[in-house]
């Protein structure tokens, strides 16, 4: 498909254990961006990775999250530890540059019980 | 401290009539604004924009309005049809690094036949 593919798309995991989200930008795309959408709030900035650039995590919560991007396409979140309020749906955008339309992927629905 | 907001969570119209979504920022330096459409269980997808250097942008059935000196935009749909309904966020770019979304909370629209 010519989308943002995420995967998986739900996640229930317990307290404690470690998740990986998985993000596949669109072809030729070198902008790639995580957000995340908690219950009642609005898309929070994560992190986002240009090309070869170093990525701009400043908004990531905590240093249990991580994220890298490989060969500058697929992208993935980890969050260690999780916790309850890890809770949210984490969207995944990528875009061809400048001011071009952010695409975004279906999201991935975490659950931490 | 919220930079985008969206004051009204949800707004319920009738198939035919006008939807007005509203949408403050506090920031006087944000000069470009978007808004997006949200799906349940599917990522925002882009809807129509507006630079800072206008004051109105049409595109089909949906125009944004900027009020630079209110700090102030507004989407409007005309006619409404049952298939907006979707929730709409407001959405900023902040320009000269990642080129990140700032987003509101969103505004559930509900399109009433």
């Known amino acids: 498909g010519a989308g943002v593919s995420q995967s998986p798309s739900n996640k229930v995991t317990e307290k404690g254990k470690d998740v990986e989200l998985r993000c596949d930008p669109i072809?030729?795309?070198?902008?790639l961006y995580w957000y995340r959408q908690s219950l009642g709030q609005g898309l929070e900035f994560l992190i986002y990775?240009?090309?070869?650039?170093?990525?701009?995590k400043s908004g990531l919560p905590s240093d249990r999250f991580s994220a890298e991007r490989t060969g500058g396409s697929v992208s993935t979140l980890t969050i260690q530890r999780t916790q309850q309020e890890d809770s949210a749906v984490y969207l995944c955008?990528?875009?061809?540059?400048?001011?071009?339309?952010?695409?975004f992927g279906p999201g991935t629905r975490l659950l931490v019980l | 401290d919220q930079q985008v907001k969206q004051n009204s969570p949800s707004l319920s119209v009738q198939e035919g009539r006008i939807s007005i979504l509203n949408c403050d920022y506090t920031?006087?330096?944000?000069?470009?604004f978007l808004w997006y459409k949200k799906y349940p269980a599917e990522g925002p997808t882009f809807l129509i924009s507006?630079?800072?250097?206008?004051d109105k942008n049409e595109d089909g059935r949906f125009t944004v309005f900027l009020n630079k000196s209110a700090k102030h935009l507004s989407l409007h749909i005309v006619p409404s049809q049952p298939g907006d309904s979707a929730v709409y966020f407001c959405?900023?770019?902040?320009?000269?690094?990642?080129?990140?979304?700032?987003f509101g909370k969103g505004t559930k629209l509900t399109v009433n036949p």
């Open positions: 955008a990528s875009r061809r540059g400048g001011l071009e339309t952010q695409y």
């Open positions: 072809s030729g795309h070198t902008a």
């Open positions: 990775f240009q090309g070869n650039s170093a990525p701009d």
């Open positions: 920031n006087s330096m944000f000069d470009y």
């Open positions: 507006i630079s800072s250097i206008k």
């Open positions: 959405a900023v770019i902040l320009q000269g690094g990642s080129e990140k979304l700032v």
